[in-house]
């Protein structure tokens, strides 16, 4: 065999091998809504294998090179936000009659498209363009701000959930006497304007700087970002059209009612343990900017991040523990 034959038949097991790893999200979504069918009919490890479907993504995400497979690693980062994104889109269609269409054959459409795209696309070779720094700053310290008002609210319905240890009872009565705050019309208002813009400027946020995500953290904050951004949308059109369309408290009983035990609510299981575990990821990669861009250590910031991306996977694990023996 000749060098110049070698070199094309090592080209070609490349962009064979490149082209499996860049579709591999898309299939691993796909396979997403067996494993949560299997987590309800066959057994609870089904469900924790579906938690790494997310983490296959960002991993390939992180690893393909923006300016080579932009769509492909675009892609890769959406498969990070599956069990949000599975259950927005149950949540808007499987119980609606204006469409003959359901939320697993939309999603089997999505990622069969998905996959399609990562498999044929060409390398792309066009120079990534630099963000506009100034107007980001100034929009990522608003996204800032308006994340501590989201933070206070956060942490007292994490404190709520956390009362499921207890029982339905302990939640219920924590619930009660945090709705006399969170439940003030000015309150309520205050919160979903913050909700609101937190959902644009992230996106926009997003947009600009996942081109640019070169360290392990910062994917994992690009990834839990687009988490949020889906959580949010699914989980207050959920809460919304319970409260006002089907005059359901959304309490205790609504959110932990058939878990592990109803096929269709099972879904919801890793939808709740990922999406405390991306507030505090995101939250976590935060902070650890703000120290560096202070002149901190970057050994301080990263650990600082790790601590709190623990603590918050601690935490998302109590609260599911609670709400299974609820």
């Given at each position: 065999?000749?060098a ?31 494993l ?55 949540g ?110 992230g996106v ?49 009983s ?45 050994q301080l910031?990263?650990?600082?991040f ?21």
């Amino acid at each position: 065999m000749t060098a110049a034959s070698a070199s094309a038949v090592s080209g070609l097991h490349l962009a064979g091998s490149n082209r499996f790893r860049r579709t591999v999200p898309s299939l691993a979504a796909l396979a997403y809504p067996s494993l949560i069918w299997c987590g309800q009919a066959v057994g609870p490890i089904f469900l924790a294998i579906a938690v790494g479907i997310p983490l296959v993504g960002v991993f390939i995400a992180h690893a393909l090179d923006h300016r080579l497979y932009p769509r492909s690693r675009w892609i890769a980062f959406a498969v990070g936000g599956t069990p949000a994104l599975y259950s927005l889109l149950g949540g808007w269609l499987d119980f609606q009659r204006v469409v003959a269409l359901n939320g697993l054959q939309v999603w089997t459409c999505i990622w069969l498209a998905f996959a399609g795209i990562a498999f044929w696309e060409r390398p792309s070779h066009s120079p990534t363009v630099s963000p506009q720094l100034l107007r980001q700053r100034r929009l990522a310290l608003a996204h800032g701000i308006s994340a501590m008002v989201i933070a206070c609210f956060a942490a007292a319905h994490v404190l709520n959930h956390l009362g499921g240890l207890w029982g339905g009872e302990q939640h219920t009565a924590i619930m009660h006497a945090l709705r006399l705050v969170y439940r003030n019309p000015i309150v309520e208002t205050v919160l979903l304007a913050s909700i609101t813009f937190q959902l644009i400027s992230g996106v926009r946020l997003l947009v600009r700087k996942l081109p640019h995500t070169a360290h392990w953290i910062d994917s994992l904050q690009a990834a839990a970002a687009g988490y949020l951004v889906v959580f949010f949308l699914s989980h207050l059109s959920a809460v919304l059209k319970a409260r006002y369309l089907r005059h359901v408290d959304t309490n205790w009983s609504w959110a932990a009612d058939g878990l592990l035990t109803d096929p269709w609510t099972v879904r919801l299981a890793p939808y709740y343990f990922l999406a405390v575990i991306a507030f505090g990821v995101h939250g976590g990669a935060g902070a650890r900017r703000v120290m560096l861009n202070h002149g901190r250590a970057v050994q301080l910031a990263d650990r600082t991040f790790c601590v709190v991306a623990a603590g918050a996977a601690a935490l998302s694990g109590s609260i599911i523990v609670g709400l299974i023996r609820g």
